[in-house]
């Protein structure tokens, strides 16, 4: 079984008592951990800096994958579902029994000692992990904030004539990116020590990391160190740099023990950013007694999990299982990253909260933020302020972050969409001054290095109203591209601004940020077509590169999408970043009514969208797409973005192991699942949540601020989804035309009830002009 607790007993218990429903076995850790998902799947606490798991030589960017690949160690620290090299998973620790107990007959390399599992035995739920190795030994993991702890059985161990649990430690991370690194064995009771430097996955810089590893269960027999696939017990401390051509020495520790009386061999990694002191501090604080406290531990965070999934109550009625375990497998992902390092982070001093592995906000501002508004705002303020602290101690916002280090930037200053979410969403403790001088700092102050911090570009964003094609920016140095979705971005992180300053009553800022956020009309060149293999797709109109001087220049608008050649930073560089011109056309969150107007009316926006989708320009495992599925709404088609919705689940985002079209990044895509599922998916930076119709027959959630209960209804509730269409709606007991609601609707405990149909075309429920989501002008169009 590839859970501990039958679903059965679940369903069971939801329909039996409410009271006695455990969403936990409703969450399968394991959606998401093949097929580029990239998700940890291994044991952590909500937002927590332990993560253990096992890891494999495969798909290893999350540590662990079910790829069937080789377990080359455990380790405990991961970031979850991010994209590009594998983050962190420092100092691994490999059990094994050698040959004859003779110690150069161990399996020390890389490449040696990888080890196949076996997929039945892989058990994976909220703050545990198990998997066997094909060695017989049997793994089992869990975790606190700082410490993981790990169980190795080897009673069923095979290996040749040894009998004496050997134990590894690699000074190296998933992708052997240290610098250098010391270990330090202790003989008398095992304790090994490391500490190394080490590199970002996807940013600049470096950074340090600390580890303090003890051992129970068994005495210790020998201890030493290992450099290359030979081991030395004489000598119990090492110091490896990286050598002639950076070259990349292996070498670590080991402790080997008297084989233990009940086979076990526990082991306790305390983690540290600060300093090896603390990492044992760390372990000793919260796991005292290893092998007695495992399943005091495992018990602790499945309670801490419990709590989080608290705010939320679904009713399925019929809904299948499957599903089930998509949307609270999402809610669970979510809280995953960004990770909690307050007190672990060396850079700065303060009593602020310090989060990392904010990987990237450009894809966790979309639906990962504004779903911990609704269901953990404590924590959403505690991140907010995190940002807001490192802006003060680093002079900006980051707009990805982790492992210490500032991340490379994607497109425009997102974090600008998380203050301003926060500031409409009224989230409390955050200062607010602090805050607009931070997104005023990236709208009007260029750094030298805008590819980690801030904009590029913004001589000429402020003389000529775009970014220009091939700029000419001497003021800073960042990738000279994605001159079109900068221009998107930027002009929506404008709007934020202004959104603030209004809020703050600083109404000459307001309007000239309101300005800037039109920005984005300037690079509509009317007369574009786009063609596709030498037929014509019949719209003509695009978003175009425009070079300094007002003359257009040229990318095909299907360029960097599904049906070509993928563009990101470095590879293959294009004036849209992961996406087409076809898919930015939708990305104006703030101004839709134009946007619609400009893109040839309504009829001819959702011929587009339709055609997007339908194509296969649409690239649905990419965030960016997000927003598409749900811009019907604007064209007063509120009911085509369901349709959409429920095409894309269970086709593309599903319960199974290989379930997610892409990268989760950190959560983004469980987020996109559950707002999907919910019935309301926000537009983040604005008091708006699109509605359309839930998968469930109801969910409520409570506030955990306010304590009040949402509760969004599906009268005519139809498990089998032919009735999806809403026909019309209540709000606390009165009609509700607007497709639309604020974020009161949570905080003061609303009832949306919402009578469905079979008929898209037949319902009149959101379509008027009143009732479609607020834009923010209508103001003329610029001259083309
Ligand atoms: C691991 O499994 C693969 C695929 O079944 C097999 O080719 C390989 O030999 C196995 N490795 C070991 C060390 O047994
Ligand atoms: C492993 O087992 C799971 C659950 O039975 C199954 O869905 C999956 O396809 C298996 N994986 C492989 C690679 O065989
Ligand atoms: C790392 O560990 C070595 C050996 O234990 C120790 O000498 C060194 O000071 C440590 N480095 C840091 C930065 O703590
Ligand atoms: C370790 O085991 C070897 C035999 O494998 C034995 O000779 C030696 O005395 C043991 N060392 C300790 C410290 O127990
Ligand atoms: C933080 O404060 C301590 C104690 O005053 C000091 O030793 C340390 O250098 C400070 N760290 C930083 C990064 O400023
Ligand atoms: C983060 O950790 C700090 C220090 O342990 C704690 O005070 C804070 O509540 C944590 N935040 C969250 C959201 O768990
Ligand atoms: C935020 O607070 C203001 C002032 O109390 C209130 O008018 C507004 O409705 C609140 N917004 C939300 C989303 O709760
Ligand atoms: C504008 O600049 C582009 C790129 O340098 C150049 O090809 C074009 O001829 C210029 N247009 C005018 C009107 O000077
Ligand atoms: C264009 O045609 C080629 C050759 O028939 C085909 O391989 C390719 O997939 C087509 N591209 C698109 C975008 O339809
Ligand atoms: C589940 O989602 C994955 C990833 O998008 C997809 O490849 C797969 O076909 C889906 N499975 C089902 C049964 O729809
Ligand atoms: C909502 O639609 C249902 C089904 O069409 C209908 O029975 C009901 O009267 C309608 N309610 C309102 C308030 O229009
Ligand atoms: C849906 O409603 C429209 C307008 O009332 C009607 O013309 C159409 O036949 C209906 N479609 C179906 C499948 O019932």
């Known amino acids: 079984m590839r859970v501990a607790k039958s679903w059965m007993l679940g369903v069971f218990a939801a329909h039996r008592v409410a009271a006695e429903f455990d969403p936990l076995t409703l969450v399968d850790p394991l959606i998401g951990s093949t097929n580029g998902g990239n998700v940890f799947s291994g044991a952590s606490l909500p937002y927590g800096m332990a993560k253990a798991v096992a890891d494999v030589n495969g798909q290893n960017t999350g540590g662990f994958a079910t790829d069937l690949s080789g377990i080359t160690g455990f380790s405990s620290m991961h970031d979850s579902g991010t994209g590009g090299n594998p983050s962190l998973g420092n100092f691994p620790i490999l059990p094994q029994l050698c040959p004859n107990d003779v110690i150069d007959e161990c399996k020390f390399l890389i490449t040696d000692r990888p080890v196949n599992y076996s997929n039945e035995s892989v058990v994976a739920t909220p703050g545990y992990f198990a998997v066997s ?7 089992e993991m869990t975790a606190t904030e700082h410490a993981a702890l790990y169980k190795f059985n080897f009673s069923a161990a095979t290996s040749d004539t040894g009998s004496k649990p050997f134990m590894l430690l690699d000074l190296t991370d998933l992708w052997q990116s240290r610098q250098n690194a010391s270990v330090s064995v202790n003989e008398a009771n095992g304790q090994i020590r490391a500490n190394g430097t080490f590199l970002p996955s996807f940013g600049a810089g470096s950074y340090q990391s600390f580890v303090c590893v003890d051992f129970a269960g068994s005495k210790v027999n020998d201890t030493g160190i290992w450099v290359n696939n030979r081991a030395g017990t004489e000598v119990k401390d090492l110091f490896v740099t990286r050598g002639f051509n950076l070259w990349y020495t292996q070498a670590g520790g080991f402790a080997t023990f008297e084989p233990p009386s009940n086979g076990v061999i526990y082991t306790r990694v305390g983690v540290s950013l600060v300093s090896t002191e603390q990492a044992c501090q760390n372990a000793e604080k919260e796991i005292p007694e290893p092998s007695k406290d495992f399943g005091r531990i495992q018990t602790a965070a499945e309670h801490a999990w419990r709590e989080k999934l608290s705010p939320i109550s679904v009713k399925a009625d019929g809904a299948g299982k499957g599903l089930q375990q998509t949307f609270w497998s999402g809610v669970y992902r979510t ?9 672990e982070n060396p850079l700065w001093n303060s009593t602020e909260p310090y989060f990392d592995s904010y ?15 609704i269901i953990d705002p404590a924590a959403q303020s505690q991140m907010v302020r995190s940002l807001l602290d490192t802006y003060k101690n680093e002079g900006w916002l980051p707009d990805c972050r982790m492992s210490l280090c500032k991340g490379w930037t994607q497109g425009g200053s997102n974090a600008d969409v998380l ?12 200062d607010w001054d602090l ?28 003389k000529v109203n775009y970014i220009p094609y091939l700029d000419f920016d001497w003021k800073g140095f960042g990738t000279n591209s994605r001159s079109i979705s900068r221009t998107l971005e930027y002009s929506y992180n404008d709007f934020n601004v202004a959104t603030v300053a209004k809020g703050l009553g600083k109404e000459d800022d307001a309007t000239k ?27 003509t109109g695009f978003f175009q590169p425009k070079y300094h001087n007002g003359t257009w220049g040229y990318q095909d608008p299907i360029a960097c999408s599904s049906l070509a050649t993928f563009c990101s930073l470095t590879s293959n560089p294009s004036e849209t970043f992961e996406s087409s011109v076809w898919e930015y056309q939708f990305f104006v969150p703030h101004d839709m009514s134009s946007a619609v107007k400009l893109l ?14 339908e194509s296969g320009l649409a690239d649905i495992g990419n965030e960016p797409v997000f927003l598409t599925v749900y811009d019907y709404h604007y064209a007063g088609r509120p009911g085509l973005s369901t349709k959409r919705v429920h095409y894309y689940i269970p086709h593309s985002f599903n319960s199974t192991e290989s379930g997610l079209p892409g990268n989760d990044d950190s959560g983004a895509m469980g987020a996109f699942t559950v707002f999907s599922m919910l019935g309301l998916f926000p537009n983040p930076g604005q008091n708006v949540y699109l509605i359309s119709t839930p998968f469930f027959e109801s969910i409520s959630i409570k506030h955990p601020e306010t304590q009040k209960t949402s509760t969004i209804r599906v009268t005519n509730f139809d498990p089998s989804y032919n009735n999806i269409y809403i026909q019309n709606a209540t709000l606390n007991g009165k009609p509700y035309t607007k497709s639309w609601i604020g974020h009161e609707f949570f905080v003061d405990g609303m009832t949306l009830e919402l009578t469905v149909g079979d ?7 959101g379509k008027s002009a009143d009732d479609l989501p607020p834009s923010s002008s209508v103001s003329s169009m610029l001259a083309m």
Not at 419 to 430: E, Q, R
């Open 359 to 373: 990987y990237c906000l450009w894809d966790a501002f979309r639906a990962q933020h504004p779903l911990l508004t």
């Open 335 to 343: 809280m995953m990253s960004p990770q909690n390092y307050t007190g």
């Open 435 to 462: 805050a607009y001088d931070a997104i005023v700092n990236d709208a009007e102050n260029e750094p030298l290095e805008w590819s980690y911090q801030g904009r590029g570009g913004l001589d000429s964003w402020k």
């Open 759 to 765: 008929n898209e075309t037949a319902s009149t429920w």
């Open 419 to 430: 203050i301003a979410d926060a500031y409409i969403k009224n989230l409390t403790g955050i």
């Open 133 to 139: 190795l094909a060695n017989g030994i049997h793994a």
């Open 600 to 613: 040839g009316g309504a009829d001819e926006f959702v011929a587009r969208l339709d055609f997007f989708h």
């Open 513 to 539: 940020y309101l300005s800037r956020s039109t920005n984005w009309q300037n690079l509509f060149k009317k007369d574009q077509k786009s063609i596709i293999n030498g037929t014509d797709t019949g719209f």
